[in-house]
C-alpha cells in the first residue's frame, strides 16, 4: 500500500526529491527530506527524524507529511 501525497502541501523544512530513473529509482517516486536555509540537505535533522521512529512519538516532520497525504491505501499498478 501507499499513500499519494500533495507536494506542493509540504512544509519547510522538508522538500521532494524525484527519484533518478537513470539511477534505478522509481518514476513518479519522490524522497522527502529536510533541508537547511540554502537547500541542502540537512543531516542532522534527517537523523533525528528517522531516530523518532523507534520512540512511539510523531516527529513535527513527519506531522508535515501526514498533513499532505491526499490518498491513502493505494494499491501499487503492476
Known amino acids: ?3 499519494q501525497i500533495d507536494l506542493t502541501l509540504l512544509q519547510p523544512p522538508l522538500v521532494a526529491i524525484p527519484d533518478d530513473a537513470t539511477a534505478g529509482g522509481t518514476p513518479g517516486h519522490v524522497a ?3 533541508v537547511d536555509n540554502n537547500g541542502k540537505l540537512n543531516q542532522q535533522l534527517l537523523e ?3 531516530a523518532a ?3 512511539g512519538v510523531s516527529h513535527w516532520l513527519s506531522e508535515i507529511v501526514m498533513n499532505a497525504v491526499v490518498k491513502v ?3 501499487q499498478q503492476p
Do not use: F
Open 1 to 3: 500500500m501507499a499513500q
Open 32 to 34: 522527502i527530506v529536510p
Open 48 to 50: 533525528e527524524w528517522a
Open 73 to 75: 491505501n493505494l494499491r
Open 53 to 55: 521512529r523507534a520512540g
